[in-house]
Structure formats: structure tokens, C-alpha cells
């Protein structure tokens, strides 16, 4: 006990003192847990990092995980919530006057090449309805130490943007230089360049700062980066799917797979993530912290939904301006049309592999069913809650790694009449809408076609195939209640 409080004690001094942060802190015990933290990482894509490399600092960070100090020291992160003594500048706007359901927030600092900031901002506020815009907040971040660039941003912010600045939606905020870490003549992690550490390293501290004035804001907090396309009503997909995780735990939804795009959270979480950036700021690039934060506060799985509703849309990269023609694939600007999937049960004769079980193709998170070769015969089934009508059909098979693991020769039915008990439902009666196509099936109108409430609903497979099969998704529109 003595140890936690000398920790946490001296761990709030060190924040509560960011001016003073030119100087190097050294904290004892900083190089281990951030071996620890690096067994975490599952992504590691930089081209610096040898194989050989990867292995041994696994191999060494499975050994210090086993120190139960090393977990304790992890759970006192759970005990920072209170914000970080920061005096932000408004360059733009006013404080809130009321909370909103969400905030947006946004970093940017000048570029070598190109600039998609204001573009950002546009996108944000013409992809959103009047009803929505009463709902969020947008932040912009000018991390940058520039400041004639500063000014000249703000400029053209204020005057493209007058109506939500006046409006009280949008702020542009700065935090002076004086109240950064120092940046210059950090350790080089995985052998990263000078440079290049230099800027991840002030990305985490200008993320972390972002979070820190958001935190009290709203309910909900998206972190957006500065060259982003958003998906159209994407405000209500995003309330639509936390509607539909109540009841569960999480730290972190993701709408996007690139990089810290998309990413939300609990606005209760930001204080910690705040102070979580800041504390290793220097190891590694934000996105590969995010991870490790997830998995500190007990989230142990990616839940991303699908489709995307953010997309990457610069060329250059904000690092040296480099090329980055990154794009998710994912990615629908016509998010809002999301599928209602009505409550169902689900099962299938399939010989299913692992834990790939039936359920996985008919949720929005991205995840998929999985079953061995299938034989001609074999089905997946749905059976409705309550008879339904449904105007739309999407299912897609395969994946991107998996091309061949689809439906080769399927077909999709709708049923009625159904009979047998809780666990043996189906239907006694199917009527065949079509056949499947390069693994997909897709249709229409469907209840100008289909004249019965609908009870089931039959993926059946019409030939033996060698390939495995992967249902990706299952997506169900329905049109209107069936008369009682």
C-alpha cells in the first residue's frame, strides 16, 4: 500500500507540473512495463523492426508479464481521472454552454504537402442533419508551433465556418509550447529515424492534450484525423450501434480500420487516455497505444462495425509528406441505410470451425461465420422472433485474405409455417428468391415478391464445394410491421 500511494503521488506531481516537463522525467520502471506493453502490440508493421527482433522482445516481455508488480502498476492507470493542468487558447469560438451526445476532435499541423483540414471540417458538417448538428461539437486542435500558419488557419476556419462558430458547434483551440514534454533526443524505438520519432512523439502529446480539454464535453468522443471523409448521417449510425451495445462493456468502437480514424469512446475514459498518451508518449505511434489501453481497461477484442462511415482521403502524409494512398476498403458514404437484422435464432448443419459460430455472420461488428467444406444440402438458417416483412436482402460470403472461402453454388429461400419447439424451429414451407453469384446475393423489393410474413430464412448450399465457407455478413431490411 505505501508503494501505491508513493507512486500515484509522485505520478500526479509529474502532471500537475507540465511546464516544468523540458526536463527528461526518468521514471524507473518506464523501461519494462514498456517491454510489456510492446508484447501487447500485435501490429507492428514498420520495416524497421527485424523479425528476429519482434521474437525476442515477445520472448523478454513474457517474462517480465509474469512480475505481479508489473500488474499492479498497470491497474494504478484505472485511478487517473482527473484532467491535466493544461491552459488551452481559444482561437476560435466560446465554451459550451450544455453538453452535447457527441464530440468530434480533430488534430492538425502543417504540411509539407497538401492540406485537407478545411475539407475535413466541410465534410463533418455537410454529411450532417439539421436535427443532428444540435447534437455535436466539433474541436479542432492547431498543434502546431507555427504561428503565423496558426493564424492564417484560423482565418480561413472563421470565414468558411462562421455559422458553427457562432453557433457554439465548432472551436479551434491551441496549446502552447511551453507545455510540452520534451521532444528532441528521445530513445529510438524499433530504430525509427530521429525525425520520425520526433513526430510521433509530439502526436501523442498533441492527442492527448485534444482529449484532455474534450473530456467533459459530451457523453461520447470520436477522434478523427485531419483528412477524413465522413459517411452521410453518420451521427446516427454511431447512436444507432451504441443503442445496440447497451447492457455491454466496452472501451473503444471503432468505424474505421486506419490508423486513429473513427475511433470512440465513453467522454469518462478520456481523462485516463489523456494522461495514458502522455506517460509514453515517446515509446510508440498512438494508434499502437490505443490498443494497449483497450486491453488495460479489459477490452480484449477489436469491436469494429461495418461499413466504415469514416474514410481516409489525403494523398500526403503529415510526416515529411510522404505519399499515403491508404483508403479503407470498408468504407459506404451512404452509411445510414444500416440493416435492422430483426431478433432471430440462428443455426446451421454445417461442420463450423472453432468459434466461428453461426451467430457471427448476422451481428454488424466485423466478424464472420466459418464452417468446412460444405455439401450439397447443407444450410444456414434464420428464424425470426415474430414474422416479419422484408424489403431488402444483402448477404456476402468470402473475405479479403479468403477469396476462394465463398459460396460457389447457393441459393437464398424465405419460409413460413413454422413448427418444432424452441431449439428445432424451422419452416415446413420455402420459396426461392435466387441464386448466389461470385458469392454474393443481393435483392430487392421484397415484399412486392414475397406475399407471406416471413418466418426463415435458408442460406442453402445447392453443390458440394472442396473450399471452406466464410459467411461474412447477413444484412435484413424490413419494410413495415406485418398486421397482427
Not at 12 to 41: E, H, P, T, W
Not at 96 to 118: A, M
Request: glycine share 6%; hydrophobic share 35%.
Amino acid at each position: 500500500m505505501p508503494y501505491a500511494f508513493l507512486h500515484m503521488r509522485f505520478t500526479l506531481n509529474y502532471l500537475d507540473k507540465m511546464r516544468c516537463l523540458r526536463k527528461r522525467s526518468a521514471v524507473s520502471f518506464l523501461g519494462v512495463l514498456v517491454i510489456c506493453l510492446l508484447f501487447m502490440n500485435l501490429y507492428i508493421e514498420d520495416s524497421y523492426v527485424l523479425d528476429g527482433d519482434k521474437q525476442l522482445i515477445r520472448e523478454t516481455a513474457t517474462h517480465q508479464l509474469n512480475s505481479e508488480r508489473y500488474v499492479h502498476t498497470f491497474k494504478d492507470l484505472s485511478n487517473f481521472s482527473g484532467s491535466i493542468n493544461v491552459s488551452y487558447r481559444y482561437l476560435a469560438g466560446t465554451p459550451l454552454l450544455r453538453k452535447r451526445y457527441l464530440t468530434i476532435g480533430l488534430s492538425s499541423v502543417k504540411r509539407k504537402k497538401g492540406n485537407y483540414l478545411l475539407e475535413t471540417i466541410k465534410s463533418i458538417f455537410e454529411q450532417s442533419s439539421y436535427e443532428e448538428l444540435k447534437e455535436i461539437a466539433v474541436v479542432v486542435h492547431l498543434a502546431e508551433f507555427d504561428s503565423s500558419w496558426c493564424d492564417g488557419m484560423v482565418q480561413d476556419i472563421s470565414q468558411k465556418f462562421a455559422h458553427h462558430v457562432i453557433a457554439g458547434r465548432l472551436m479551434v483551440i491551441h496549446t502552447p509550447e511551453e507545455y510540452y514534454p520534451v521532444l528532441d533526443g528521445l530513445k529510438r524505438n524499433y530504430n525509427d529515424p530521429e525525425d520520425r520519432v520526433k513526430f510521433r512523439s509530439k502526436q501523442n502529446v498533441d492527442y492527448a492534450f485534444l482529449l484532455n480539454f474534450c473530456a467533459n464535453l459530451s457523453d461520447y468522443y470520436v477522434m478523427l484525423e485531419d483528412d477524413v471523409r465522413c459517411a452521410k448521417n453518420f451521427l446516427t449510425v454511431v447512436k444507432k450501434v451504441i443503442t445496440s451495445r447497451e447492457g455491454t462493456y466496452w472501451v473503444t468502437l471503432e468505424f474505421s480500420k486506419l490508423g486513429y480514424i473513427g475511433k470512440l469512446y465513453h467522454s469518462h475514459d478520456l481523462p485516463r487516455l489523456a494522461h495514458f498518451l502522455l506517460m509514453f508518449y515517446q515509446e510508440m505511434p498512438c494508434d499502437w497505444l490505443l490498443i494497449h489501453f483497450r486491453g488495460l481497461l479489459a477490452q480484449k477484442d477489436v469491436i469494429r462495425f461495418k461499413p466504415s462511415l469514416f474514410q481516409h482521403m489525403g494523398y500526403y502524409s503529415s510526416y515529411k509528406g510522404a505519399e499515403n494512398k491508404l483508403k479503407d476498403d470498408d468504407f459506404e458514404e451512404d452509411s445510414f441505410d444500416l440493416p435492422d437484422n430483426p431478433p432471430a435464432n440462428l443455426h446451421t448443419n454445417m461442420n463450423v470451425f472453432e468459434n466461428y459460430e453461426a451467430s457471427k455472420a448476422y451481428s454488424s461488428v466485423d466478424e464472420y461465420f466459418w464452417g468446412k467444406a460444405p455439401s450439397t444440402g447443407d444450410f444456414y438458417m434464420i428464424v425470426f422472433e415474430k414474422p416479419i416483412k422484408i424489403s431488402r436482402i444483402k448477404v456476402v460470403t468470402g473475405t479479403e485474405d479468403r477469396q476462394n472461402d465463398i459460396l460457389h453454388h447457393g441459393a437464398l429461400e424465405v419460409g413460413e409455417k413454422i413448427v418444432g419447439g424452441k431449439k428445432g424451429r424451422q419452416c415446413t414451407t420455402f420459396l426461392r428468391l435466387g441464386e448466389f453469384k461470385n458469392g454474393n446475393f443481393e435483392i430487392t423489393n421484397v415484399e412486392h415478391k414475397v406475399l407471406f410474413d416471413i418466418n426463415c430464412m435458408r442460406i442453402l448450399v445447392t453443390k458440394s464445394q472442396k473450399e471452406w465457407l466464410i459467411i461474412r455478413s447477413i444484412s435484413i431490411w424490413t419494410s413495415q410491421s406485418p398486421s397482427q
